[in-house]
């Protein structure tokens, strides 16, 4: 596709150096009710991870109560009812109102200033995104003052119609489905947009920065799969309220529908939350590594694949209702198949490490983390597609472990990678290294030590979504030693809440450039001002920074040769 700017024409050139672009430019307004309405995409970034990260701070207190009450077999710390709604409050939680917000806060700080572009195509939609996505927060919380859902974070019909769930938590439930699908929907529109037609002079597609792929990806995914959903739950409130019944079993409908409609949507989601954290991985490596990406067209590749393949293998998740066996075998293989171009970016990410002269800084700890956790959870994921072995593992703490070991090590590792990467651009300021090591590593043994047990306990037949269990073999050790490794896991998020909070006011200033970076973001100053570049340079590469660098070093050497007699 041919680059297409919205906005008005951005000027293009070899500026001599990064550290002089934008200080002429607009200054940012300033208080609090410039923030509530902004359509700046940078405020609208950070809002958004502020946003995620009060949502992950509440969802985390809500798994401690949950771990709190496993962590003795036959426990009355808190009631059935509350473990119910602290369990789907949880699950929600982390995955429409933490990971979605996350992503969506660093997809709309990066890609304009990735493809050097001065917004995003729809401001003013852009801005209308975030409100929904509070909205949908509000309102599902909202549900505390009567009573919250209970069916967990997948609300399976029959257990959400009204017969099970007669109050209006389930009904809250659904709105935030809603309100935070709109906003993941137009923001994915706007994002595609903004990639395709806003993109720096020179950005061929060859020459996109990787996480802005798999920004792109996502973005198609999201607008795949998200209709899915949303009709799903209109029909679920139908039921409730309106009195049809398509997933009434006791009036003709099917259970079975809503799980097919909820798994179209919810493996799909897997990777709308994970393909982010690939393309910051992508990002950071051949940064501390001091080497270019090794396979940037095969990532690409892979990146599209994975999308492709895991859009078909949606009923693996459904391995225990009755499917024709032929069905078991295809989303069997096609499960299979999906390791494939998986196993190829993990492979490019070793080799772009291998020999390199590898700087362990915070992004490069989380991002080497990232590789080993996420590489057992893909691991387990193989197993559970073998469908009799999902027989016998399917709905066991076995499963918990291997959904934690994805998301978590997948996208939450990566988010923080990103985050220790990125921050000085968003706020001028270097995240502390010294806390920062000491979070990575907490977070890592307190991760490991939280979820590597659970896949024993599912071995042992430990159920989840379970408020009690009996004292039989190991199960009450395996829960203590997990509920001990889910505070010392939160003991390392709090460690990068307290350095967040200390380095915004007192961290080192980072200048525009502090890591040597590879993408157009290192041009601007930090933070950017509200225009993000005065000056564009012509793209010529899939690293235009180090381009940049090099044509800066050739004109230092000629202005000393002109300086220098004869």
């Known amino acids: 596709m041919t680059t297409a700017p919205t906005t008005a024409p951005v000027k293009t050139g070899p500026a001599p150096v990064p550290e002089i672009v934008a200080h002429n430019a607009d200054p940012q307004p300033s208080g609090w009710l410039s923030w509530l309405t902004t359509t700046d995409h940078k405020r609208i970034g950070i809002m958004y991870m502020a946003a995620g990260w009060l949502f992950f ?150 020459r996109v920065p990787l996480f802005v792929w798999t920004m792109l990806t996502q973005s198609i995914l999201l607008i795949i799969a998200l209709p899915v959903i949303a009709g799903a739950v209109t029909m679920l409130l139908t039921d409730r309220q309106f009195g049809t019944h398509f997933f009434d079993p006791s009036n003709g409908g099917s259970s079975l529908l809503w799980q097919h409609l909820f798994w179209f949507f919810g ?74 171009p998986t196993g190829v970016k993990i492979f490019n990410w070793t080799f772009t490490l291998w020999r390199g002269s590898i700087e362990f800084t915070v992004p490069t700890l989380f991002s080497i983390g990232f590789l080993f956790t996420f590489l057992l959870g893909g691991i387990t994921g193989i197993f559970l597609a073998v469908f009799p072995v999902d027989w016998q593992l399917h709905d066991t703490y076995f499963v918990v472990a291997h959904f934690h070991y994805t998301i978590v090590g997948g996208a939450v590792f990566g988010i923080l990678a990103g985050l ?60 203590l030693i997990s509920t001990i490794g889910s505070f010392i896991l939160a003991v390392g998020i709090l460690l990068t809440v307290i350095n967040i909070v200390t380095s915004v006011r007192s961290g080192a200033k980072a200048g525009p450039d502090p890591w040597k970076g590879n993408t157009l973001e290192w041009f601007s100053t930090s933070p950017p001002p509200r225009n ?12 235009p920074m180090k381009d940049i660098r090099r044509q800066i070093e050739r004109q230092d050497r000629r202005s000393e040769e002109a300086a220098t007699p004869a």
Request: proline content about 6%; some cysteine.
């Open 267 to 340: 493996h799909p989601e897997v990777y709308i939350l994970v393909l982010p954290a690939f393309g910051i991985i992508s990002e950071v490596l051949p940064v501390f590594s001091r080497k270019p990406i090794f396979g940037y067209r095969a990532i690409v590749a892979a990146t599209l694949g994975i999308a492709v393949i895991g859009t078909l293998v949606w009923a693996h998740h459904m391995f225990t209702t009755p499917l024709p066996y032929a069905l078991l075998v295809f989303f069997m293989l096609g499960t299979f198949l999906i390791a494939i």
């Open 57 to 206: 701070i509440v969802g985390g207190v809500e798994a401690l109560v949950i771990r709190l009450q496993l962590a003795q077999a036959d426990s009355t710390l808190i009631t059935p009812q509350t473990y119910n709604a602290l369990f789907t409050m949880h699950g929600t939680t982390m995955v429409f109102l933490f990971l979605i917000p996350m992503i969506a806060g660093f997809a709309n700080y990066l890609v304009p200033l990735m493809i050097g572009a001065r917004d995003m195509a729809f401001p003013k939609l852009n801005a209308l995104s975030f409100w929904l996505l509070v909205a949908g927060g509000v309102v599902f919380y909202g549900s505390l003052l009567y009573s919250p859902a209970e069916c967990g974070w997948t609300c399976y019909a029959p257990l959400s119609e009204t017969a099970y769930s007669p109050t209006n938590g389930v009904d809250a439930w659904i709105f935030l489905i809603h309100l935070t699908g709109i906003s993941s929907f137009i923001g994915a529109l706007n994002i595609f947009v903004t990639i395709a037609n806003m993109r720096a002079p020179g950005m061929t597609w060859s």
């Open 532 to 543: 993000n570049f005065d000056t564009v340079p012509r793209v010529r590469s899939v690293e």
């Open 420 to 479: 220790y990467y990125w921050f000085p651009k968003f706020s001028g300021r270097m995240l502390g290294e010294r806390m920062g090591k000491w979070s990575f590593w907490t977070i890592m043994i307190g991760f490991w030590v939280t979820f590597l047990v659970q896949h024993s306990a599912g071995l042992s037949g430990m159920p989840r979504r379970v408020y009690e269990y009996a004292d039989v073999g190991n199960l009450e050790i395996y829960n």
